[in-house]
């Protein structure tokens, strides 16, 4: 039987509950970018975006590498992806439902 860590399973929803957290992720699924445009994007400040960036590397969500004077993200697996596609699908299908009733 395999074993699941729940409580680190706890921790990562509860990350991507948080409704900048799962803006960033999902910008950093679809471009890797630096903080200076996460920042733009999202008009966000800097340091705001920096500890959300803090969390989600701390819970090994994301991986930062350097690129001269920028720090860019991307995503450390595929995990988060899957995730986010299910997240998007559901949405999307719930939409499409409650379409089809008007």
Do not use: F, W
Request: aromatic residues 2%; neutral net charge.
């Amino acid at each position: 039987m395999v074993r699941i860590d729940y409580t680190h399973c706890a921790q990562l929803l509860k990350a991507l509950a948080h409704p900048t957290r799962l803006n960033i992720v999902a910008l950093i699924k679809e471009e890797q970018p630096c903080v200076k445009a996460l920042e733009e994007v999202l008009g966000v400040s800097q340091s705001n975006i920096s500890q959300h960036l803090s969390l989600l590397r701390h819970l090994g969500i994301v991986r930062a590498r350097r690129e001269g004077n920028q720090v860019c993200y991307r995503l450390s697996d595929d995990t988060v992806s899957k995730m986010l596609d299910v997240l998007s699908n559901s949405i999307n299908q719930k939409e499409s439902e409650n379409g089809k009733s008007d």
